[in-house]
C-alpha cells in the first residue's frame, strides 16, 4: 500500500498547481489523528478510550508549539514602505525572525529594532494643559455685510455659565457714546436681562460709525474676548469665529443678531449668524493625539549619510580615532535604517530613511492560520504523536504517575530529534562556513 495515492508522474509533473510540488515530506493533520486513534486508542493500548475532539485539540496545540522551535513555520512579506513609514502586521503573525531592507543587487541587509523608542498613546490636551476628553465646544462664526449700517442699540447675543454654571446670556452691544446710553437716551438694560459689554463706535468724541466689515469684526473680537467667556478669532474674509470656552449645549444659546430693541435704529440683516459647532458634552474617554511626538520625531529624522566620509576601515589593525568607535549602538551606527514595531497597534514603523524602500519581514506563524498550513514534516511526525499522548494523559485522572512521567521525557527526546534532523545541517555547507570564518579574530 503506497503513500502517492495513485500519483502518477506524469500528473505530478505537469500539475497546474506549484503547492503540490514538494508536498511529500508533509503529512496532513487528518492524517496523524486517524494514525493515533488506530495505534494509541483501544483496548491493550496505553489510552483505551478517548473522543477524537481531545485529540484533535491535542495536534493542534502540538503543531503551535512545535511551529515556534521545530517546524520553523517561518514566512515572509514584501512591501514598498509607503509615505505612512509603516507595515500592517501579517494576519497570521507570531513573532518576528528579521526584517530586512532589499538592496537594488537584491541582497538582504538586516534592519535593527530601535530599542530604544515607541509609538505611546498620546494625550491631547488643551491649551490649559488638562485632558482633552472629547469635548466640543460650541462655535458660531459672525460675518458683517459690506456696507452694513450698524445702528446705536444694536447687539449680538452671546451663551455663558455663571460661575454657578448657570447657563445664561450676554449680549455684546454697540453704543454711540462712552456712558454706556444710546444716542437717544434711553437705557437698553431695562429691555436686556443679563449681563452686557459695550462695544463703542470709536475711541474719540465723534460719533462716526464703524460700518467696514474689518472694523466690525475687530471691535466684536475686542469686547468679547474681555468678557472672558468666549474665544475669538478673524479670517481673512473677515469673518469672526466666536468659540465658546464652557461646554454651551443648549441650542437657544446660539449667536443671533437683533436690532429689535435698538432705540437708535439699526437694520438687523447687517449681519450673517452660523452656528458651525453645536458642542457636545465632555466624555469619558480621553482622546488620542496622532501621531505622538515621540513617533513623529523618529520618522522625520533626518539619517546619517555614511558614504559621505572619506574614511578607510579596510585594515582591522589601523589605529586610528575613526576605528576606535566604541559604545555605539548598533542600530544607530548603520546605514540600513531601522524599525521598531507598535503591539498597541499591530503597526511595524520605520525611520525616515526606508521610505519607498523594499522591505522584506520575515516572521514566524503558529501553523494553524489555514488548513492547508496544517501539515507536518514527517521528521516530526513522532514528535506529535508523543505531544498528543502526553497530552492527554496529562489531563486524565487515575492515571500512574509513572506513565505520565515516561511519555513527557519520550515528548522531549522525540522533540530533540526531529529538532536535530529539522536543523538541515549538511556537513559540506557548514565545512565551507567554517573556511569563510577563517579570518583573524579580535
Given amino acids: 500500500m503506497g503513500l502517492l495515492d495513485g500519483t502518477n508522474q506524469e500528473a505530478y509533473y505537469n500539475s497546474s498547481n506549484a503547492a503540490n510540488y514538494g508536498n511529500y515530506q508533509f503529512t496532513s493533520l487528518e492524517h496523524i489523528i486517524n494514525a493515533f486513534m488506530v495505534a494509541y486508542v483501544g483496548e491493550s493500548k496505553i489510552l483505551n478510550k478517548v473522543n477524537r475532539t481531545d ?10 508549539e512545535l511551529s515556534y522551535d521545530v517546524l520553523k513555520s517561518f514566512k515572509s512579506q514584501e512591501i514598498e514602505v509607503p509615505n505612512t513609514l509603516s507595515m500592517v502586521l501579517p494576519q497570521d503573525y507570531v513573532n518576528y525572525t528579521k526584517v530586512v531592507r532589499v538592496g537594488t543587487d537584491g541582497i538582504e541587509r ?5 530599542r ?7 494625550i491631547t490636551q488643551n491649551t490649559d494643559g488638562t485632558y482633552d476628553l472629547g469635548q466640543q465646544k460650541r462655535q458660531i462664526t459672525v460675518s458683517a455685510i459690506d456696507g452694513a449700517d450698524i445702528g446705536d442699540g444694536d447687539y449680538l447675543v452671546l451663551g455663558f455659565l455663571t460661575s ?6 450676554d449680549y455684546a452691544y454697540f453704543i454711540m457714546n462712552d456712558d454706556g446710553d444710546v444716542e437717544d437716551g434711553a437705557n437698553p438694560a431695562v429691555n436686556l436681562t443679563g449681563p452686557r459689554f459695550n462695544i463703542p463706535f470709536n475711541s474719540g468724541s465723534t460719533a462716526d460709525p464703524i460700518s467696514t466689515p474689518n472694523q466690525i469684526a475687530n471691535a466684536l473680537k475686542e469686547a468679547i474676548e474681555n468678557f472672558g467667556h468666549h474665544t475669538c478669532t478673524i479670517d481673512d474674509n473677515n469673518v469672526l469665529t466666536i468659540e465658546y470656552n464652557e461646554s454651551m449645549t443648549v441650542s437657544s444659546f446660539e449667536g443671533s443678531y437683533s436690532a429689535s430693541n435698538a432705540p437708535g435704529g439699526g437694520d438687523g440683516s447687517n449681519f450673517v449668524v452660523t452656528v458651525t459647532q453645536t458642542g457636545t458634552a465632555v466624555g469619558d474617554s480621553i482622546v488620542e493625539q496622532v501621531p505622538s511626538n515621540t513617533s513623529a520625531n523618529f520618522e522625520s529624522q533626518t539619517p546619517v549619510n555614511y558614504q559621505l566620509y572619506d574614511i578607510n576601515y579596510s585594515s582591522d589593525i589601523e589605529i586610528s580615532t575613526e576605528g576606535r568607535r566604541y559604545g555605539l549602538e548598533p542600530e544607530h551606527a ?3 535604517g531601522s524599525f521598531f514595531i507598535d503591539q498597541l497597534r499591530g503597526l511595524i514603523k520605520f525611520g525616515s530613511a526606508l521610505a519607498g524602500e523594499t522591505i522584506t519581514l520575515h516572521y514566524v506563524s503558529d501553523g494553524l492560520g489555514t488548513d492547508a498550513e496544517m501539515v507536518v514534516h514527517k521528521f516530526c511526525e513522532e514528535a506529535v504523536y508523543k505531544h498528543i499522548a502526553y497530552g492527554i494523559l496529562s489531563t486524565r485522572s487515575n492515571i500512574p504517575p509513572f506513565i505520565v512521567q515516561r511519555f513527557k521525557k519520550e515528548r522531549f ?7 536535530i534532523r529539522l536543523s538541515n545541517i549538511k556537513i559540506e555547507e557548514f565545512t565551507q ?3 569563510g570564518m577563517g579570518k583573524q579574530i579580535k
Avoid: C, W
Fill in 433 to 435: 562556513v567554517l573556511k
Fill in 110 to 114: 538586516i534592519l535593527y529594532p530601535a
Fill in 413 to 419: 527526546a522525540e522533540t530533540r530529534k526531529a529538532k
Fill in 55 to 64: 485529540v484533535q485539540f491535542h495536534a493542534m496545540r502540538a503543531i503551535q
Fill in 164 to 169: 454657578g454654571s448657570t447657563p445664561t446670556v
Fill in 334 to 336: 548603520q546605514i540600513n
Fill in 116 to 122: 530604544k523608542t515607541s509609538d505611546p498613546f498620546a
